[in-house]
């Protein structure tokens, strides 16, 4: 079966994802799944890189991603997801994994936000204006209902906002101060959230930079906040955020699973940090299949 971005985007809603990824990230954090860190391949003459993630937790699959984040005309990731039968090894479905991507992305930030942020959150701060800005802004509005919505960008905010309706802000320091919630997903290399922006009891979801020598938080902000992340292990590896932090972190898996307690108190200030993994995109993808063989229409 071959199942095209278009099938992907009839079948697949991020309310529906939100807890196949929260199922995901505690088989993950129990040890209940297989997944190596994921393997780059450097693509450095053209200033991307490809990237090869495995997984098996029931559903047998891996996904290839390509990350050139100089793009102009055309996106700066593409994906294709592979799922195999775990019994016999042999192939079950290829689809795309773009919008698989832009959407697992959003929902595991989502799920960090339900388990993390204040339950009486309010105001959503979003710093950049493209897919994971816009994925990032309907998974959100999921698990909190916000009443002011602030973006900003170096170029595109107020085509963001208007489209979107929300409010486009002149900085990032205006879309930040006062927030209960920040997005931070840019392809920055240098920080573009600093510390002394953040309110008592803010939540983070920083889903940029995402090679060790890339940073979007200044020490500020890693100092004043505790550190979630999707995976201790490719975490360390992959963020320079994290790697700069030099913290023990605490997997959100761990906290969906009863096994780490999520915010401690109402003015703590927390950051998850998602690199993405394979898991994700495996449980995604086996979701999506199970649908479409329903789907008398899709199945071919």
Request: aromatic letters at 4%; zero cysteines.
């Given at each position: 079966m071959f199942l095209s971005e278009s099938d992907v985007a009839r079948l697949l809603t991020v309310s529906e994802l939100v807890p196949v990824m929260?199922?995901?990230?505690a088989q993950f954090s129990t040890g209940n799944a297989v997944q190596p860190v994921r393997v780059v391949v450097q693509v450095a003459e053209h200033h991307g890189f490809m990237g090869?993630?495995?997984?098996y937790t029931g559903a047998l699959g891996a996904k290839l991603v390509t990350f050139f984040p100089n793009n102009q005309n055309v996106p700066t990731h593409h994906a294709t997801i592979v799922l195999f039968r775990p019994d016999t090894g042999e192939p079950l479905v290829t689809m795309g994994g773009?919008?698989?991507t832009e959407m697992r992305t959003a929902a595991v930030s989502a799920v960090a936000t339900h388990r993390l942020a204040r339950a009486d959150a309010k105001v959503l701060g979003i710093l950049g204006s493209g897919v994971q800005a816009r994925s990032h802004l309907h998974a959100l509005r999921t698990v909190r209902d916000f009443r002011d919505v602030r973006v900003w960008s170096p170029s595109h905010a107020n085509a963001f906002a208007d489209r979107f309706g929300v409010r486009a802000a002149t900085s990032a320091e205006e879309a930040v101060r006062g927030a209960d919630v920040v997005v931070v997903a840019t392809t920055s290399r240098?920080?573009?959230?600093f510390g002394e922006w953040l309110s008592p009891g803010a939540h983070?979801?920083?889903v940029g930079a995402v090679r060790p020598d890339w940073r979007e938080l200044d020490d500020e902000t890693l100092r004043r906040a505790r550190l979630f992340v999707d995976s201790r292990e490719a975490a360390f590896r992959e963020s320079g955020d994290v790697i700069a932090a030099g913290q023990a972190c605490t997997e959100i898996g761990e906290v969906v699973a009863g096994l780490r307690p999520g915010r401690t108190s109402a003015d703590e200030i927390?950051?998850?940090?998602?690199?993405?993994?394979?898991?994700?995109?495996?449980a995604a993808a086996d979701f999506v299949y199970r649908k479409a063989i329903a789907d008398a229409r899709i199945v071919r």
């Open positions: 929260e199922r995901a990230l090869v993630m495995p997984a773009q919008l698989i240098a920080p573009v959230l983070v979801n920083a927390t950051v998850f940090k998602s690199v993405g993994l394979g898991i994700e995109d495996v």
